[in-house]
C-alpha cells in the first residue's frame, strides 16, 4: 500500500468510524478515481498538445512554401536585370 492510501485508510478508519473492510475500499476507490482523472487530463493535455504542433507544422510549411516562392521572383528578376546589363555591355562595344 502506498502512503497515501495508508493515510486515507486511517481517516476512513478513524476519523469516518469505518470498519476496517469499508475504509480500505473506500480508500481504493478514492486512489483509483484520483489515478484515473490523472491519466485523463493527461490524455488531453497530450492531444491538444498534438493539435497545436500540427497547427504549427502547417503554419512553418505555409511561410517556407511562400519564402520558396520570393526567392524564385528574386532569382528570376536578378536574371533579367544581369542579362540586360551583359546585353548592354556587348551592345555599347
Known amino acids: 500500500m502506498s502512503t497515501t492510501k495508508i493515510k486515507l485508510y486511517e481517516i476512513f478508519r478513524k476519523d469516518l468510524k469505518l470498519s476496517d473492510e469499508k475504509a480500505k475500499i473506500f480508500a481504493e476507490i478514492v486512489q483509483e478515481t484520483v489515478v484515473n482523472e490523472v491519466k ?16 504549427l507544422e502547417m503554419q512553418l510549411t505555409s511561410k ?6 520570393d526567392l524564385v521572383k528574386w ?16 551592345i555599347k562595344k
Open 40 to 55: 485523463h487530463q493527461q490524455t488531453e493535455f497530450k492531444s491538444q498538445n498534438k493539435e497545436d504542433l500540427l497547427k
Open 75 to 90: 532569382f528570376v528578376g536578378l536574371f533579367f536585370a544581369l542579362a540586360l546589363m551583359v546585353i548592354g555591355l556587348y
Open 64 to 69: 517556407i512554401e511562400q519564402s520558396k516562392y
